[in-house]
């Protein structure tokens, strides 16, 4: 039996350090779906998920940080415990809150790309905050869209008995939460590396 001998490129440092990055992300979000509130007439439990979806977003970028939530979703698939609740398994995903979870690679993804302007990372700080407002609002609609409109599908419901069931409770909490992300990156202590 012969054994080929050839040798093997080192992988650049720069692409290391952001797949450590989106590694940290998706162990992050998973800590965050950890901590529960239940809200009066959904079963959905609020959590700070999207925070780090918008984080994951604006310091990433569109490559990084739709791929940290594909680890992030690919860890709770395989069993992980790290959706809410100590949940893991490919069930959560067709579950209630499927639609919201299969969501954040893409509105990781949008965010990155409209804060960045493309995939050339840039020092999101210098971003306004009406801009970054706009573009964590449009974010929030793909999550909400994509998870009102599968759990419509799901428990066939109409549309609007899905957004009231699964949007409207949570609403106020998500503008908290495009407020602490848009605070936390304007205190320019997280930035892309390289930046």
Known sequence: METEHGSVQPVDDGVVRQFARAALFA?????????????????????LQVLFVFLAGIV????????????YLAAGT?????????TGGPGVLVGETGG???????AAALIGLLVHRGTDLR???TVSVPALGA??????AIIY?????YTAWLFELSIREAVVASALPFLPFELLKMAAA??????GRIRPAGT
Do not use: E, H, N, R
Request: no cysteine; charged share 5%; aromatic share 8%.
């Open 27 to 47: 162990a992050l979000i998973g800590a965050a779906a950890q901590i529960t509130i239940p809200i009066p007439f959904t079963s959905i439990p609020l959590t």
């Open 60 to 71: 990433l970028g569109p490559v990084w940080g739709g791929l940290s939530m594909v680890l």
């Open 78 to 86: 395989v069993g992980a415990p790290i959706f809410a609740g100590m």
């Open 100 to 106: 919201f979870l299969l969501s954040y690679p893409i």
């Open 123 to 125: 020092d999101p700080a």
């Open 135 to 140: 573009v964590l609002v449009a974010a929030t």
């Open 145 to 149: 869209a994509m998870g009102a409109g």
């Open 182 to 187: 848009i605070a936390i990156v304007k205190t």
